[in-house]
């Protein structure tokens, strides 16, 4: 708690969480009815599960190229948000997009339609995100505050556009794009009028040829990281578990759920309104998990994250009853903090800090998009084929085998150690 009131006073840590929030809101209004829109007959383009699973397969191919962009570019630019400025304004331009260019593309020329909106989602949001996620993890390292208290303001922007999402789609699912605009104009805004306080110098040399955090990585010390061994470990662990979660909870979760209601428009507003709860809860458990891996290691809090995926994922499979299936949903609120910021932690604590925003997007992000890019289709062709509980039962099947792994070769916390050291407190207190 003293910690927390610590970064209340920080200039910085308060201009991160306000434009966490606004992005993630300008994204949530729209992303977390995505997939009903694409599929929904009443309300929305009524795609297949084929077709849905190409819009998110080509998504993610174009999602993946902008990040090994951005993690270079990023890193180059340090802690100035020149590329953040220029996300957020494409972020503002998503309502015209969708409602005039998008929608219109996908219903008369679907494939031009997907491969331009892959183009514009992936450069405002999803590459974005994982762009302002290291930008504000760098903010955390050079200013003194908590990474995972500034992203909880990110999930708490999410849960309130969520909670009025629903409400808005079953009225006009335009409304949902054109108030995400809003949001990205305020972020604007904000990103342009801003300015950080002045970092705490420090100045050290570098040891044994490893850069410092401060220093300026060179593109050959981004093109190294991919000779080594220890970095694919960790992109395979992610393309096993993380990949095939996404496109459960994205691409066929949300169908899947409103599909067990009466009719479409009030399962459509029960989810709305389960999202928001589900993102509230995980908001708060952004501030909580640091103090549990501070706790139990930052391997055992990813291992801990990968099972209740599985749990999760599952569960869905084996039950069929909306509060039951709400109930597992409300996992994810746990399940998401348990392995996103301990994947930060475990790229900061074995890998040069120089290069986080670079080994996030490798490491994290774009492993994941590689894996979208290959089994979006398959898994939607599957899902036509054989239906929600056969996918998903093949899905969590992947994440248990993806739990085995890396439980074998995730590194421990206190082996190759080559970035920011990391101490439990049981090791501090027998230390002291």
């Known amino acids: 708690m003293a910690g927390f009131t610590t970064s209340l006073k920080n200039p910085t840590y308060l201009q991160s969480s306000f434009s966490m929030l606004l992005f993630f809101a300008s994204w949530g209004i729209w992303w977390s009815f995505f997939q009903i829109w694409l599929t929904s007959e009443s309300a929305g383009l009524a795609l297949s599960g084929a077709q849905v699973g190409t819009v998110y397969s080509v998504n993610s191919l174009a999602t993946l190229v902008l990040m090994f962009a951005y993690g270079a570019i990023q890193d180059r630019l ?4 020149h590329l953040a400025i220029v996300l957020a304004a494409v972020t503002a331009l998503i309502g015209p997009f969708c409602t005039w260019v998008y929608q219109p593309l996908l219903q008369s020329h679907f494939m031009t339609g997907v491969v331009l909106g892959s183009i514009v989602l992936s450069v405002g949001f999803l590459a974005g995100v994982g762009l302002f996620e290291a930008l504000t993890e760098r903010f955390s390292r050079r200013f003194n505050f908590e990474y995972g208290q500034a992203r909880m303001w990110g999930s708490f922007g999410y849960a309130i556009v969520a909670l009025a999402a629903g409400f808005l789609f079953t009225i006009n699912p335009a409304l949902n794009f054109w108030i995400g605009s809003a949001l990205g104009l305020i972020h604007l805004l904000l990103l342009i009028f801003s300015r950080n306080g002045e970092p705490p110098v420090i100045k050290k040399a570098p040891v044994d040829g490893i850069l410092s955090p401060a220093s300026t990585p060179t593109l050959r010390d981004m093109f190294r990281l991919f000779r080594l061994p220890s970095l694919w470990l960790i992109i395979l662990f992610v393309m096993l578990s993380w990949t095939f979660y996404t496109v459960f909870d994205q691409q066929m979760f949300p169908d ?56 999760r994922i599952l569960g869905c499979a084996l039950v069929d009853d909306p509060l039951w299936v709400s109930a597992i949903k409300m996992l994810h609120a746990i399940e998401t903090p348990l392995f996103i910021l301990p994947v930060f932690r475990y790229f900061t604590l074995h890998f040069n800090p120089a290069l986080s925003a670079t080994l996030y997007m490798v490491g994290f992000q774009v492993s994941a998009q590689i ?29 248990l085998v993806a739990g085995i792994y890396g439980f074998f070769a995730l590194k421990k916390d206190d082996q190759q150690v080559d970035g920011d050291p990391f101490l439990r407190h049981s090791k501090v207190s027998v230390d002291a």
């Open 78 to 81: 340090g802690i100035r948000k």
């Open 256 to 311: 899947y759920y409103t599909g067990l209601f009466e009719t479409p428009e009030i399962g459509q507003q029960v989810y709305g309104i389960l999202n928001s709860v589900q993102v509230f809860v995980e908001a708060a458990m952004l501030g909580i998990v640091p103090i549990v891996m501070r706790r139990v290691g930052v391997r055992t809090s990813l291992l801990m994250g990968v099972s209740i995926m599985f749990i």
């Open 371 to 399: 894996g979208n890019v290959i089994l979006s289709t398959p898994l939607g062709a599957l899902h036509d084929r054989l239906g929600y509980q056969q996918t998903f039962i093949t899905i969590s099947a992947v994440v």
